[in-house]
């Protein structure tokens, strides 16, 4: 299976700090949280398209950024006894737009399903493979909802675990 790539918005400082802070709470816990991913290319992302291969047709042009987000309500993805937590990204037109353009930028096969537009489902992740049983407990170790600023838009490339900076 060849390796994921994606485009993602990352966020200010302070932002990012409290998901680490997140991350960092769900792994001292017990949990498989992102946090415990050491590479430097790890950080708290929103991820606008994901695919394999992911070819860019052009340069995205982004206006958009620095961009407002509000990082929300907890959500489960997945089936079976464990899901993936993440925090929900509030839709808004400038997101709903900024994603349409991402979208566009992008070679289309290969695409993932879920990153067309009016499937996508904006989303941070937090944790992976979380039991059922324990999603209280993990969702007792978040905070209120994060106000941030998406501030720049980065190609993710799994196979060569490099990150290039598109705006």
Sequence with gaps: ?????????????????????????????GFSSLGAHRATTNRPHLTLVVGTPLDLVGRPTVDALPLPLTIGAPVLFGSGDRRVLARLVTPTSALLDLQAVVHASVRQDGLAAHSHPGAWIGHVTLARRIRLDDVAQALGLLGNDIIAEATALRLWNAAERTVTLLA
């Design 1 to 29: 299976m060849a390796a994921l790539s994606s485009i993602d918005l990352t966020f200010d400082a302070a932002s990012e700090a409290t998901l680490r802070g997140e991350w960092d709470a769900l792994e001292r816990a």
